[in-house]
């Protein structure tokens, strides 16, 4: 039987060579007023107590409803914090992590045993990852973040790479194909560095508007080889310098780099201002 509560998200804090933190998010949000993010929220813990990370009752959490008025006002978001000093991954126990080893399908049993002294109480749904599980968790957080990142720039096969089967690793190791998907295709220079990705065009009420989405050349060499650990201190070496958020003008239009190599640009299409403009009705 399926457990349906279960965190959205895992915020993950981490730097080379050192145990991750790991937090349950759960988040919500509606056209509503603060009696429904009341209720909303005190559904998000469910979500986010659905998990615990180490010692029983010492998880992290937060927690966030977005208010969104109908009367056209400003967006209120209303967010809870669950102090603990658990979540992080310390290898206590077990194994280091690797995390350029290939992701690995566990199987943890979806119990929480919340043993009290000598005492074990009947467990409750969930899921408890105990020191023995910490190096597997932390190489699957890893692992897909730099699936997610793989995808942005529409590369289907080294997305793969870092998804198990649970996690649908099938469904992008098929024929990339550019009609039926995006696929890593294209490089541009931004702000004097090099990215890949894939452009897509779509009309902005008329003009025709080409979004590119890609990541560091770099960065993308790294995880398409499966280097994790590589990529990360690459990552944690140019964060402070690497978000960036403005207007480049060999491009034409704006661009959002963040910490993580991956960016976002948009601009009109070239060479719409020499296109023939329809006939007027003469």
Not at 29 to 46: I, P
Not at 157 to 177: I, P, S, V, Y
Request: hydrophobic content about 35%.
């Amino acid at each position: 039987m399926r457990y349906r509560y279960r965190p959205q998200y895992f915020a993950e804090v981490w730097q080379p060579g050192e145990p991750s933190l790991a937090i349950p998010l759960a988040c919500a949000g509606k056209h509503s007023d603060s009696a429904t993010s009341a209720e909303q929220l005190a559904s998000a813990s469910a979500h986010a107590e659905a998990v615990h990370i180490g010692v029983w009752n010492e998880t992290p959490g937060l927690l966030f409803s977005t208010q969104l008025p109908t009367d056209g006002g400003s967006m209120t978001v209303h967010t809870l914090q669950a102090p603990g000093s658990g979540g992080r991954l310390s290898p206590a126990e077990g194994r280091e992590a690797g995390l350029n080893t290939p992701p690995f399908q566990a199987n943890v049993m979806p119990d929480i045993p919340p043993a009290e002294g000598l005492v074990a109480p009947e467990s409750v749904r969930g899921c408890h990852v105990q020191p023995k599980d910490y190096a597997w968790f932390q190489e699957a957080l890893a692992h897909t973040t730099a699936a997610g990142l793989m995808a942005f720039p529409g590369s289907g096969h080294t997305t793969a790479r870092h998804l198990t089967d649970r996690q649908g690793r099938k469904h992008f190791t098929g024929l990339e194909h550019a009609a039926s998907m995006s696929i890593q295709d294209a490089a541009h220079t931004l702000f004097g560095n090099e990215y890949v990705g894939t452009n897509h065009v779509s009309r902005l009420n008329g003009p025709r508007v080409e979004a590119f989405s890609g990541v560091d050349k770099e960065v993308f060499r790294l995880l398409a080889r499966g280097d994790v650990e590589e990529y990360r201190a690459l990552v944690h070496a140019s964060r402070g310098v690497r978000p960036r958020l403005t207007f480049d003008k060999n491009w034409g239009g704006p661009v959002s780099v963040h910490a993580d190599g991956s960016v976002f640009a948009l601009r009109l299409l070239p060479g719409q201002g020499q296109e023939p403009r329809p006939d007027s009705g003469r």
